[in-house]
């Protein structure tokens, strides 16, 4: 039975990596609005971040912080871990949501660019996971990442972003197996629900569109929803990947 209420989070601490904008701050909302209190990660988005914190302490008083940090510095994610202890003194769910994504064609990958799409997509969730277990342990907590359906289909001229993915998804599965029966490890692989930053081409978006199934595009929402769901009402599921993507997955790249 379902049992999302407008208090199925509460007193929940999630901490919420690449929060600040985007998919990330939409997540943060729906979960803010179902009882959660928020750790609101970001790199350099101090303004977006700070408005979001004084937005969601404006609707519940002392219940979002931020915090910045480098993903790609493993140093600093104890820190983070330490943010949600100070502030809330417990966390009960990591969600690697944060970042990168751009092309890298086959003769033009350098090791700076490979360094910093495989760090932020797959190293960073590795090591932030690894930090935060002992704290979610004691909750029996979840661990949630952000994939992409390109990491079972690749995508034209990117060969090292779908490959970090794709670790993430065995990365995944894996933690599900290493952390378990304490802590649940799961997976939500977006569709086409927000555009990348670089605008494509409308003509591009009408072939993305329409390669799904529902022959439209998604909603960050959805994706928010998908999250709540894993949090608040799938407590026998773990090392499962959740595609969000309007049927995209089974109508062929």
Excluded at 98 to 126: C, K, Q
Excluded at 144 to 151: K, Y
């Amino acid at each position: 039975m379902h049992t999302e209420s407008p208090q199925s989070l509460r007193d929940q601490t999630v901490l919420i990596t690449g929060a600040a904008r985007r998919l990330g701050a939409v997540m943060a909302r729906h979960l803010h609005a179902a009882g959660a209190n928020l750790v609101i990660h970001h790199r350099q988005s101090d303004r977006e971040a700070g408005l979001l914190a004084a937005e969601l302490n404006a609707l519940r008083t002392s219940s979002a912080v931020t915090v910045s940090a480098d993903l790609l510095d493993i140093s600093s994610f104890p820190g983070l871990i330490q943010t949600a202890l100070d502030s809330f003194g417990r966390l009960d769910a990591l969600i690697n949501n944060a970042s990168t994504f751009y092309p890298t064609p086959v003769g033009e990958i350098t090791p700076r660019a490979f360094d910093d799409l495989i760090g932020t997509n797959l190293r960073a969730p590795l090591f932030l996971s690894q930090a935060a277990a002992p704290e979610l342990r004691k909750r029996r907590g979840l661990i949630l990442n952000l994939i992409d359906i390109h990491a079972f289909r690749p995508l034209k001229s990117h060969p090292t972003y779908c490959a970090a993915k794709a670790g993430l998804v065995m990365l995944t599965q894996s933690l599900a197996r290493e952390l378990g029966p304490d802590i649940r490890v799961n997976g939500i692989a977006p569709g086409p629900v927000l555009w990348p930053d670089a605008a494509l081409d409308p003509t591009q978006q009408d072939k993305i569109i329409d390669r799904t199934a529902l022959k439209r595009i998604g909603s960050p929402l959805d994706i928010a929803k998908a999250a709540l769901f894993f949090l608040a009402d799938a407590p026998y599921v773990t090392g499962q990947i959740l595609p969000v993507d309007g049927g995209r997955s089974i109508s062929g790249f």
